[in-house]
Each structure stands twice: as structure tokens, then as C-alpha cells.
T-cell receptor, first 112, second 113 residues
């Protein structure tokens, strides 16, 4: 059971570089989410999607972009990486907005 | 989403029951109470949820106050593998858009031998 798969698990970026965090789910869930978690803090929602072709901003969207061309994939793009984007990123999915949310294992990103 | 208040940390001995409290005095009638936990270096995982009645599953029990302004997650016999951060979250499932989880800092549970 793959569930929610995130890649890469670890990445070091230089300031100003760009990269894409990949997220895929094999549960045919309509809803997908990207969260970030800073050390010792709770999770903050970056972007979410309620279905293919539909995305919306969460609490902390600045510096990020997303797309949802298929039900399965929800990549998160970081443009012009900054040290403030050093964090752990979690992708998640749920069947609908009110159901249990399933999280990936996280992607540790360091910007130096 | 309405706010929740949890203690920052709690300790328990292994094999003993643990009661993790959560206050949510501004809860609305359509808010479900959800609990997630996050083991070290992992993503959060669902534990249990309920609306008004107490709920039991293989992981835990959820006791909800009659006025719904507080709830308690009960781990019947804590093990070392239960050491995690536990998040109490309210979700309004009647909203037309995605019902987004809002995570606070949760309760860090330490379990000792």
C-alpha cells in the first residue's frame, strides 16, 4: 500500500535555486494538501486542491506554486529558494474535505 | 475553524492509561473533533474523531463532554511507541470547500519505562 508518496526525502538548496517537491497518491482521493512544519511548531497549510485542475491558497502560500493536472499528482514548486523556506514539507490527501487525511512521510528541505 | 487548547507536554509510565485533554470552548454544532498524532520524523496519522458521542477504536477512545467544549483522548495502555505529539483539531465538515486541518502545537507525550 503506497498511500501518499513524496520525493525527494532530503534536499539541500542554495539561495535563489528552484525545485519541485513531488507528491503522488494512489487512493483516488480528490483532495490534496501541502503543509510545512518548522522545528517545534505545528503544521501550516501552504496550498490545497479539491480536484484536478483546481488549486487554492492556504495560510502560507508566498514563495510557492502548485498544479494539479491529474488526480494522483500534486507537485509543489519553490521558486527562488530562501532560508525561510527551510522546513519539513508534508503532502497529504483525503477522499473529501471532511474525511480522514492521510500524510506522506515528509520532505526535509534546507536552503543555504 | 474554532481554536483548541492543549497542554504542551505530558508524561506517562508504560502500561498505564493516559488522558490527553483538549479544550474547545468555541466549538460550533457542525465541528467534528479530530485527533491526529505525529511520531518522531514522520507525518501525522489519524487517531480518532467524533461529534457528540464517545468513540472507541483499536488505537484509542475519545470522550466528549456533554457541552462539547472539551474532549479527552484516552490511550488505555501507553507503550513506548505511543510517544508522539498529539493534535486535537476541529473540522467543520459542512463547508463547501476543503475542510482544512489547522494544526496547533499539540501535546508532546513522553512515555517512560
Amino acid at each position: 500500500n503506497a498511500g501518499v508518496t513524496q520525493t525527494p526525502k532530503f534536499r539541500i538548496l542554495k539561495i535563489g535555486q528552484s525545485m519541485t517537491l513531488q507528491c503522488a497518491q494512489d487512493m483516488n482521493h480528490n483532495y490534496m494538501y501541502w503543509y510545512r512544519q518548522d522545528p517545534g511548531m505545528g503544521l501550516k497549510l501552504i496550498y490545497y486542491s479539491v480536484g484536478a485542475g483546481i488549486t487554492d491558497k492556504g495560510e502560507v502560500p508566498n514563495g510557492y506554486n502548485v498544479s494539479r493536472s491529474t488526480t494522483e499528482d500534486f507537485p509543489l514548486r519553490l521558486e527562488l529558494a530562501a532560508p525561510s523556506q527551510t522546513s519539513v514539507y508534508f503532502c497529504a490527501s483525503s477522499p473529501t474535505g471532511g474525511n480522514t487525511i492521510y500524510f506522506g512521510e515528509g520532505s526535509w528541505l534546507t536552503v543555504v | 475553524d474554532a481554536k483548541t487548547t492543549q497542554p504542551n507536554s505530558m508524561e506517562s509510565n508504560e502500561e498505564e492509561p493516559v488522558h490527553l485533554p483538549c479544550n474547545h470552548s468555541t466549538i460550533s454544532g457542525t465541528d467534528y473533533i479530530h485527533w491526529y498524532r505525529q511520531l518522531p520524523s514522520q507525518g501525522p496519522e489519524y487517531v480518532i474523531h467524533g461529534l457528540t458521542s464517545n468513540v472507541n477504536n483499536r488505537m484509542a477512545s475519545l470522550a466528549i463532554a456533554e457541552d462539547r467544549k472539551s474532549s479527552t483522548l484516552i490511550l488505555h495502555r501507553a507503550t513506548l511507541r505511543d510517544a508522539a505529539v498529539y493534535y486535537c483539531i476541529l473540522r467543520d465538515v459542512t463547508t463547501g470547500t476543503a475542510s482544512k486541518l489547522t494544526f496547533g502545537t499539540g501535546t508532546r507525550l513522553q512515555v517512560t519505562l
